[in-house]
Nanobody, 128 residues
Framework: QVQLVESGGGLVQAGGSLRLSCAAS????????MGWFRQAPGKEREFVAT????????YLANSVEGRFTISRDNAKNTVSLQMSSLKPEDTAVYYC?????????????????????WGQGTQVTVSS
């Protein structure tokens, strides 16, 4: 029930940085837990980062913690993923996700099944 559009993907050298942005529709964006996932060729979609509606409890996967940062701007209906010190293994299609209904404090929002809305994905390629 929410439309998501990612932007900011592209080509970058190892050690470089990129900032991904996700724009969401609707007037209730401030109620949605948001997340970022990625999927490399031949691999399953994996969790990258999540953030609560208020901007609290940001959490990142161990593989990116210390290098990536997730943030949101509820006034602009956007969520961002700042990526630094990029590695070739970060190469993947990155997806923005939202949980627009049935918010639960008992969910960690680190699994694909915990989200109901997805963007089209944006390609991030890191050269070695």
């Amino acid at each position: 029930q929410v439309q998501l559009v990612e932007s900011g993907g592209g080509l970058v050298q190892a050690g470089g940085s990129l900032r991904l942005s996700c724009a969401a529709s609707g007037r209730t964006f401030g109620n949605y837990p948001m997340g970022w996932f990625r999927q490399a060729p031949g691999k399953e979609r994996e969790f990258v980062a999540t953030i609560r509606p208020s901007g609290g409890r940001p959490y990142l996967a161990n593989s990116v913690e210390g290098r990536f940062t997730i943030s949101r701007d509820n006034a602009k209906n956007t969520v961002s993923l700042q990526m630094s010190s990029l590695k070739p293994e970060d190469t993947a299609v990155y997806y923005c996700a939202a949980r627009s209904i049935a918010y639960s404090l008992n969910y960690y929002y680190r699994e694909v099944k915990e989200y109901d809305s997805w963007g089209q994905g944006t390609q991030v390629t890191v050269s070695s």
